[in-house]
């Protein structure tokens, strides 16, 4: 009986176990669907290069060399060099784009700027790091240029733009549109340090349009994998309600046949009985008369 009544506890912490992984690789997946890929294209002479290989860019990939091409799947830690002439597109597939201009390395991941200057578009939450600050946004448009000496300009073309560092050196500071600052080294921003004209923030948002245009968005995939992803786990835990449901029954089938059986069978069995002696007693011997 011990036996017994421990095993629908082991069971149930099984089945708790085997729902706890079920669930966490489903929050992973998800995770993984809402990743953007990140897909390179190059921009020369205000045309889209449409053959590879492509002139003016490198990609590195772990420190080894991959030959850029229209359309290319880039990963997290790519790092990209663009040339004088060349201008690189990197659409997301929830919409996002950075573009990064001549003479610029970024890796890619959170983009991270390591000199030079990218555009940004997006449509939700993204950020830009450079050494010490990051610069975040939700749905706006901005220009972060990166110059020797660790000196990073911000300009707001759109909406609004979260400064921080990356190193809690300094207080968070929001740009709104038509606003700039410079972040010098770990220094705090200045914000306003020098005027930002309408001219200028013009410049920034038709270099953006007229780039987006040049360059097709891709697919959306998220929802249809993110369906995928519901309708496997679905199928998944199904299978594991099933399953339990089966050991549940031959449980309930054994308890019922052992609470039907005689309690005799429960008991230890009794020592046999004593037979009696069936040797002949000794004759009775009388004493002596005197």
Avoid at 132 to 152: C, I, K, L, N
Avoid at 211 to 232: C, M, N, S, T
Wanted: with cysteine.
């Amino acid at each position: 009986m011990e036996v017994c009544m421990h095993r629908p506890h082991a069971m149930g912490g099984s089945r708790l176990l085997r729902r706890y992984v079920a669930g966490c690789i489903f929050v992973v997946c998800l995770g993984l669907s809402a990743c953007a890929s990140i897909t390179l294209n190059t921009v020369q002479d205000g045309r889209l290069v449409v053959a590879g290989p492509i002139a003016g860019v490198e990609v590195f990939r772990q420190g080894v060399r991959q030959p850029p091409q229209p359309g290319m799947a880039l990963q997290a830690g790519d790092e990209i060099w663009t040339g004088p002439q060349s201008t690189v597109v990197l659409s997301f597939v929830d919409g996002a784009r950075v573009f990064v201009l001549p003479g610029s390395h970024v890796r890619v991941g959170s983009i991270f700027v390591y000199l030079g200057e990218v555009l940004v578009k997006v449509k939700g939450l993204f950020e830009v790091q450079t050494t010490y600050a990051t610069a975040g946004s939700e749905g706006t448009e901005y220009q972060v240029r990166v110059d020797p000496g660790e000196r990073v300009r911000v300009v707001v073309a759109d909406d609004h733009v979260l400064l921080a560092s990356r190193y809690q050196y300094w207080r968070k500071v929001v740009l709104a549109s038509g606003q700039s600052a410079w972040i010098v080294g770990a220094e705090a921003p200045r914000v306003g340090a020098d005027a930002v004209s309408p001219a200028e923030i013009e410049g920034i948002r038709q270099r953006i349009r007229v780039l987006d245009a040049l360059v097709p968005q891709p697919a959306d995939l998220r929802p249809v994998a993110a369906a995928g992803v519901v309708f496997g786990l679905g199928w998944l835990l199904n299978k594991e309600m099933h399953r339990d449901s089966r050991q549940d029954s031959h449980q309930d089938s054994h308890r019922d046949s052992v609470d039907r059986a005689p309690p005799d069978s429960y008991r230890r069995p009794s020592s046999p009985p004593v037979q009696p002696d069936s040797s002949p007693s000794p004759p009775l011997r009388l004493p002596p008369l005197q």
